[in-house]
């Protein structure tokens, strides 16, 4: 494929020209705000199933250049009524130095540090994430914003272990973990819509829920992921 960045000659605003999907009406991120958002009673909490994952499981935190990335076990699973969904990856975003704000999601115009996408498929209509991906509703993707406040453990999970792949295409194996530890407490609270992947090749087929109340990680954390 074409290499893409987030700014530069490659930057967000040439992704259109090289993917087809991207700068689409369905464009993720979105920003949350009031005119846009209708309150929605009928919308259950999230279910997680084998989201706290033994010790004894391993997932490989990689570099991909753009993100860092966990690749999870498909013992976990999400349920977003009808339909239930296996998780693939998680992966973060987040800003540097000069623009510190890097979640891609949004609240009333307020950008958060950084962010957490857990990427599933729907493994009830779909028998791998490839076809997923090419399907309209093949994907489900759960957003964690994350704001600095007090440090938090769960994430020293995936953050203790950066140093080891500051390159592109390094990877190494961690011990499984409750990555549920990484939500917010309220998984009732949620914006949902239906949009695209935020990177390119920006496919217009992810179920979106991005958790309305963000979790806390401290400065010294964020730190460490824009060094
Ligand atoms: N931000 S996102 O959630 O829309 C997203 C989903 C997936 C994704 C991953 C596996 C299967 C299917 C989709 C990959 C990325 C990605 C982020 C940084 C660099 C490269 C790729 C981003
Ligand atoms: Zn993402």
Redesign the pocket.
Known sequence: GYSWAYSGAHGEKTWPTNYGFCGGVYQ?PLDFHENILQYDSSLRPIKLFGYDVATAESFTVSN?G??VSVTLVPTMKIEIEPFHYTA??L?LHWGHKNNPKGS?HCIEGRRFPAEV?V?HYNSDKYTD?TKA?EAADG?A?LGILIEVGSFNPSFENILSHLNSIKYKDQSIQIAGFNVQELFPKRLDEYFRYEGS???PPCNPS?LWTVFRNPVLISEAQVSLLEN
């Open positions: 993720s991909n753009h993100s693939s990856q992966h891609e996408h990427v994430i991906t994907l993707v992947l935020t990177t992810v």
